[in-house]
């Protein structure tokens, strides 16, 4: 099972938009909507910050957002801040009943 | 208040055997899947496998990577998760975070625990 595509970085200023994307398979994220993201800040444990495509954990600023379609999902973080600053991870079940993980994202606000 | 504790991490010889444990509180940990994800230094999430509960007759599953080489199991009676590592590889050297599965996604992770393969 190959690692789901991300960018490598993406950036943008305070108080603007980002997207990060997240490219698999008909075999991964096309088939089941249970994309999940994850924040994650050096030398930290990640954080769950989306599930099942678009649904967020209590204490996920409503910043955050998730979304699908065939088999790209996407992050999306509005009203940027500088505490977005970290890595962002994808993840996908499989039907395998595996899990597979994004390269991941590094985020940086300029 | 819901927490994930590793221990057992450190330094062995490629070919060598570790066993890490995590212990688990704050929720029922009986009803709930388990999963262990590692981290190589510098590098990205990947997921090694899941021992599901006791209505699922504990029933494991693993990355391909480590199938064959890594085994999952839960002592629910001590709320405790183990992953025994046998003919470890340079390339298992890692954190290993042991995270609570629920709705398909990790929505809690312990602090993780550093496994360092070298000769």
């Known amino acids: 099972q190959s690692a789901l595509t991300q960018p490598a970085s993406v950036s943008g200023s305070p108080g603007q938009s980002i997207t990060i994307s997240c490219t698999g398979t008909?075999?991964?994220?096309?088939?089941?909507?249970?994309v999940s993201w994850y924040q994650q800040y050096p030398g930290k444990a990640p954080r769950l910050m989306i599930y099942?495509?678009?649904k967020r954990p209590s204490g996920v600023s409503n910043r955050f957002s998730g979304s699908k379609s065939a088999n790209t999902a996407s992050l999306t973080i509005s009203g940027l801040q500088a505490e977005d600053e970290a890595d962002y991870y994808c993840?996908?079940?499989?039907?395998?009943?595996?899990?597979?993980f994004g390269t991941g994202t590094d985020v940086t606000v300029l | 208040e819901v927490q994930l504790v590793e221990s057992g991490g450190g330094l062995v010889q490629p070919g060598g055997s570790l066993r890490l444990s995590c212990a688990a509180s704050?929720?029922?940990?009986?009803?709930?899947?388990i999963d262990w994800v590692r981290q190589a230094p510098g590098k990205g999430l990947e997921w090694v496998g899941r021992?599901?509960?006791?209505?699922?007759?504990?029933?494991?599953t693993y990355a391909a990577s480590v199938k064959g080489r890594f085994t999952i199991s839960r002592d629910d009676s001590k709320n405790t998760v183990y992953l025994q590592m046998n003919s470890l590889k340079t390339e298992d050297t890692a954190v290993y975070y042991c995270?609570?599965?629920?709705?398909?996604?990790?929505?809690?992770w312990g602090q993780g625990t550093l496994v360092t393969v070298s000769s």
């Open positions: 021992t599901r509960n006791k209505g699922n007759n504990y029933d494991t």
């Open positions: 008909s075999s991964d994220v096309g088939i089941f909507d249970l």
């Open positions: 704050g929720f029922t940990f009986s009803d709930l899947y």
């Open positions: 099942e495509v678009n």
């Open positions: 995270v609570r599965a629920l709705n398909f996604a990790f929505d809690y």
């Open positions: 993840n996908s079940y499989t039907p395998s009943n595996t899990y597979v």
